[in-house]
């Protein structure tokens, strides 16, 4: 693992945006994509990249709330759409369709695109347990595309972009760790306080599906990114 040490999310967010441009100008064609709050300000900074170009590549993601329809204003889909697609428009762009009831061939679906469309360069964010995607602790290294239950720390983290958490979805589809670790290269962001203690796990802590970021330890081009605050908790 390579570990950088910004002193803020937007100098470390300008790194990230630097790792992509390198990866297509090498050729890269295929980039796994996250939502949430930390990656906005690297979407920001390659919507106004006149040098980036995603017109000739592919965007697949991580994961997507079960029960929300493309148009809901907090699924994923319309997330990307807002911070990335509609000003910088990729080939083809998928995600998980989380109006899809029919779970087993959601899945089937989604795990036949990232077998054609194998992973250069997968973003990661990571979740204040460690979850990465909705790899939720407990989930195993070998899953693939599921449907997966929302941890609850997870609904209560992320009822701040709802009305009110009896509206935060309480399931997910999410890509597997399987597929997470099949990706090329990796580049995890990690931003504030509230992420110090899976930052310091992820790097240091034992390798346990209790805490589903330290898989990455066993993956050999990972970049993490992360600022003073959420590096405040490492222990070495
Ligand atoms: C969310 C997403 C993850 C994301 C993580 C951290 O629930 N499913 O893909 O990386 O949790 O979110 P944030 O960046 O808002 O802190």
């Not at 390659?46 to 170009?53: F, G, H, L, N, V």
């Not at 762009?93 to 679906?109: F, M, Q, T």
């Amino acid at each position: 693992m390579k570990v950088e040490i910004f002193k803020t999310s937007s100098e470390a967010s300008k790194k990230a945006l630097e790792l992509f441009k390198l990866a297509l100008s090498e050729g890269d064609k295929v980039f796994g994509l996250a939502t949430g709050s930390t990656p906005e300000e690297l979407y920001a900074l390659m919507s106004e990249s006149a040098d980036i170009d995603f017109s000739e590549a592919t965007s697949i993601n991580l994961d997507e709330y079960y029960g929300l329809d493309q148009s809901h204003p907090q699924s994923y889909h319309a997330y990307m759409k807002h911070h990335l697609f509609n000003q910088k428009p990729f080939k083809a762009s998928y995600l998980p369709d989380g109006s899809n009831e029919d779970a087993e061939a959601e899945v089937k679906r989604y795990d036949e695109l990232l077998k054609e469309n194998p992973i250069d360069l997968q973003l990661l964010g990571l979740g204040s347990n460690g979850h990465i995607g909705f790899n939720e602790p407990g989930s195993s290294f070998d899953s693939t595309t599921r449907l997966v239950a929302l941890a609850d720390s997870t609904i209560q983290a992320n009822k701040r972009f709802f009305d009110s958490e009896e509206d935060v979805p309480k399931q997910a589809y999410s890509m597997g760790m399987q597929s997470i670790m099949a990706a090329d290269k990796i580049i995890l962001m990690a931003f504030g306080e509230g992420k110090a203690w899976a930052v310091n796990e992820m790097i240091n802590g034992e390798i346990s599906p209790d805490v589903p970021a330290t898989i990455l330890q066993n993956h050999d081009n990972v970049t993490i990114l992360i600022d003073e605050a959420a590096a405040s908790k490492l222990n070495n």
